[in-house]
């Protein structure tokens, strides 16, 4: 009887100071933190800290085990119980570090999907106003789907990944419009801009005597020139080569010159409303053309072209003719009965003033 | 006749009944086993949170054993390393199950869009087959013609990605050839809406 008691006294005693079995809330506990670090989004930025959780965890848990297998009066959990709570909070310092660390990472590839879909936006801005060749578009879309990939993967939170695919429609945008601003550069050109700049002069003084045409492709613009200063301004849409100049039939570029207006096309005349037939190819057209043919600049058997006109059906937005300048009809209307045949027609790429590829390039630079 | 005590030979059937265990080691490399094929059904992609359960089993598992290996020899009990090995064993499989599953889905969903990318690539193509040719539209065609071909090319990469594995790649990029494609066809249409509207 006394015996019996003496052991159900040291049975609640062993109990009360934790004893008797492995305690199951603490165990519980450092599993579930170890468990919830090891599948956050953060824990392959944190594998070192996981190591250091999960040895933790592995000692707490011989500790139990070895309590487990000693004989009962013997068994002492407290320290196998301090052992699973620190290692409980190592697993959630690690999550809580892997956590941190991807988020940086996330921010970081965040930034890199800006810069891509910044220079997307540059490169659809450049494709808004010439035409590129197809290789070069079907790399342009392809990089713009690896844009859209990259903002996917962020969204999933696979930061890494984001960021090597960004990086890559950088790359593969360059690729695709390096060519096209390469081209552009001659609207910086400070010999360029200063030979359109003389031609402007020129069209400025011509227009003191009767009235002149001046089309600047880079702004998409057209003045009536009259004694010497703009007194109409029209919205021109050139040729889908918009970057280049004209060196021969089909290139899709509009000319760059002094013309005169050859012809008037009345209505029935032109399948573009009403236009203005040019003198191109003039004798300059002539010499650059058998010059680049000599260089090999173009093939022998190229045609220089012709039937480049100032005429209607614009308004379109964006630069789509063969080489030709296109009005809205209206605005042909106005400009066909303000000039005549012989009226002075000057074609430059720009001015030096901030124009659509010379701003663009100064922004992709 | 000489009366044989009783307590030497319990004591001698108790010790060679102990001295009998020995470490599951089939249990054991059952449950390792299990756990390895977990992770290579990609139960760390398709399935972490079983995953995790399945390495905790495993942990639980080592502990024991290592006790056990740690005490003296006649002293050793493996029964409750078998019961923490069936269980280790049990979460690695339903890990493995849930990876498989969660991989089929993935691929089928993938396979579905990837199918839903290369009807779009022929519907995009027919709608510009369609489109109204002419000078002024020439750029454009040739534009969108190219757009299409863009994402045409990015079929073979969905097929790779496929064929590797990489079923999430394949969704990620089968969704953004889609949404692209999408846009396309709208523009084609909107262009030929717009030019049967001028006639």
Same mark, same amino acid.
């Given at each position: 009887m006394v015996l019996a008691l003496a052991v159900a006294i040291l049975a609640v005693e062993l109990r009360a100071r934790g004893r008797a079995r492995c305690p199951p809330e603490p165990r519980l506990a450092a599993f579930a933190a170890f468990e919830?670090?090891?599948?956050?989004?953060?824990?392959?930025?944190?594998?070192?800290?996981?190591?250091?959780?999960?040895?933790?965890?592995?000692?707490?848990?011989?500790?139990?085990?070895?309590?487990e297998n000693r004989t009962y009066p013997l068994r002492d959990f407290r320290a196998a119980a301090d052992a699973l709570k620190r290692a409980k909070e190592l697993a959630s310092e690690a999550e809580s570090r892997g956590e941190e660390r991807r988020a940086k990472v996330l921010d970081e590839a965040e930034a890199v999907v800006g810069e891509a879909r910044e220079l997307e936006a540059h490169a659809l801005e450049l494709v808004a106003k010439?035409?590129?060749?197809?290789?070069?578009?079907?790399?342009?879309?392809?990089?713009?789907?690896?844009v859209r990939e990259a903002e996917a993967l962020v969204s999933q939170g696979e930061a890494q990944a984001a960021r090597e695919r960004a990086l890559q429609s950088k790359k593969e945008m360059r690729r695709a419009v390096g060519p096209a601003l390469a081209k552009a550069e001659r609207f910086r050109s400070e010999d360029q801009v200063a030979t359109w700049r003389d031609w402007i002069e020129d069209a400025r003084r011509q227009s003191r005597k009767q009235p002149a045409i001046l089309v600047l492709k880079e702004k998409n613009l057209l003045l009536l020139l009259e004694r010497g200063v703009p007194v109409r301004r029209y919205d021109a849409e050139v040729g889908a080569n918009a970057l280049g100049e004209k060196a021969r039939q089909g290139d899709r570029a509009t000319p760059e010159?002094?013309?005169?207006?050859?012809?008037?096309?009345?209505? &029935? *005349?032109?399948?573009?409303?009403?236009?203005?037939? /040019?003198?191109?190819?003039?004798? #300059? +057209?002539?010499?650059?053309?058998?010059?680049?043919?000599?260089?090999?600049?173009?093939?022998?058997?190229?045609?220089?072209?012709?039937?480049?006109?100032?005429?209607?059906?614009?308004?379109? &937005? *964006?630069?789509?003719?063969?080489?030709?300048?296109? /009005?809205?009809?209206?605005?042909? #209307? +106005?400009?066909?009965?303000?000039?005549?045949?012989?009226?002075?027609?000057?074609?430059?790429?720009?001015d030096g003033s901030d124009g659509a590829f010379s701003s663009l390039l100064a922004r992709v630079k | 006749m000489k009366r044989i005590s009783l307590v030497p030979v319990l004591a001698a059937v108790a010790l060679f009944s102990v001295a009998c265990a020995k470490e599951p080691t089939d249990a054991v490399n059952a449950a390792k086993s299990a756990l390895d094929a977990a992770k290579a059904a990609g139960a760390s992609d398709y399935a972490p949170e079983a995953l995790a359960a399945a390495d905790s089993a495993a942990a639980a598992l080592d502990a024991e054993l290592k006790?056990?290996?740690?005490?003296?020899?006649?002293?050793?009990?493996?029964?409750?390393?078998?019961?923490?090995?069936?269980?280790?064993?049990?979460?690695?499989?339903?890990?493995?199950?849930?990876?498989?599953?969660?991989?089929?889905?993935?691929?089928?969903?993938?396979?579905?869009?990837?199918?839903?990318?290369?009807?779009?690539?022929?519907?995009?193509?027919?709608?510009?087959?369609?489109?109204?040719?002419?000078?002024?539209?020439?750029?454009?065609?040739?534009a969108m013609n190219a757009d299409v071909a863009g994402v045409e090319a990015s079929l073979a990469e969905m097929d790779s990605a496929m064929a590797a594995g990489n079923y999430k790649d394949a969704k990620v990029k089968a969704e953004a050839a889609r949404a692209t494609l999408d846009k396309i066809v709208a523009d084609v249409q909107a262009a030929i809406a717009a030019k049967q509207g001028k006639r």
């Open positions: 919830k670090a090891s599948v956050s989004p953060g824990s392959a930025w944190a594998a070192d800290e996981l190591d250091v959780a999960k040895d933790a965890l592995d000692k707490a848990l011989l500790d139990c085990s070895r309590e010439t035409t590129l060749p197809p290789a070069q578009r079907t790399r342009l879309q392809r990089a713009r789907l690896l010159g002094r013309y005169k207006v050859e012809k008037k096309k009345d209505l &029935g *005349q032109s399948i573009y409303h009403r236009a203005l037939l /040019l003198d191109y190819p003039n004798k #300059d +057209d002539r010499k650059r053309f058998e010059g680049a043919k000599k260089r090999g600049e173009i093939p022998r058997r190229a045609d220089i072209g012709g039937l480049i006109e100032i005429h209607g059906g614009g308004g379109r &937005g *964006q630069n789509w003719t063969d080489g030709c300048v296109a /009005l809205k009809n209206a605005d042909m #209307d +106005d400009l066909f009965k303000r000039v005549r045949v012989g009226t002075r027609v000057t074609i430059v790429g720009g | 006790a056990q290996n740690e005490k003296f020899a006649l002293t050793r009990s493996y029964t409750k390393a078998t019961e923490l090995a069936t269980a280790a064993k049990n979460a690695a499989d339903q890990a493995a199950a849930a990876a498989v599953a969660g991989k089929e889905q993935m691929k089928a969903e993938a396979a579905t869009l990837i199918a839903g990318v290369r009807g779009a690539v022929d519907a995009a193509k027919q709608a510009l087959a369609k489109a109204p040719k002419g000078k002024g539209s020439a750029a454009d065609l040739e």
